[in-house]
């Protein structure tokens, strides 16, 4: 059974940065697609960001674009989202989930963790 176990997040405040980390168990994230979403307080969880079994990438450009990076540690099962110059709107949960589909829509995720907070304030 698949468990997806995000951490990293917390309070910082504006300009700030944090590396979320995504470790995986029950699966092997190479060979899927791992997506980031967020989700803010009263909002539709939003894409950030993916990255499929080769190593292509693709984020949501509008929000976080030049600013959030995903990568991926093989040897540790474990996908990365370094998150640069944040604000304030960036707060939100902030999960992994994976699926078999390149896509930027939540319900073409199969299986997600529970989340990690972050609070970008001053």
């Known amino acids: 059974q698949v468990q997806l176990v995000e951490s990293g997040g917390g309070l910082v405040q504006p300009g700030g940065s944090l590396r979320l980390s995504c470790a995986a168990s029950?699966?092997?994230?190479?060979?899927?697609?791992t997506g980031w979403f967020r989700q803010a307080p009263g909002k539709e969880r939003e894409f950030v960001a993916r990255?499929?079994?080769?190593?292509?990438?693709?984020y949501n450009t509008d929000s976080v674009k030049g600013r959030f990076s995903i990568s991926r540690d093989n040897a540790k099962n474990t996908v990365y989202l370094q998150m640069n110059s944040l604000k304030p709107e960036d707060t939100a949960v902030y999960y992994c989930?994976?699926?078999?589909?390149?896509?930027?829509?939540?319900?073409?995720?199969?299986?997600w963790g529970r989340g990690t907070r972050v609070t970008v304030s001053s």
């Open positions: 989930a994976i699926g078999g589909w390149s896509s930027s829509y939540a319900s073409d995720y199969d299986d």
């Open positions: 029950g699966r092997t994230l190479s060979n899927f697609i």
């Open positions: 990255i499929d079994s080769s190593g292509g990438r693709a």
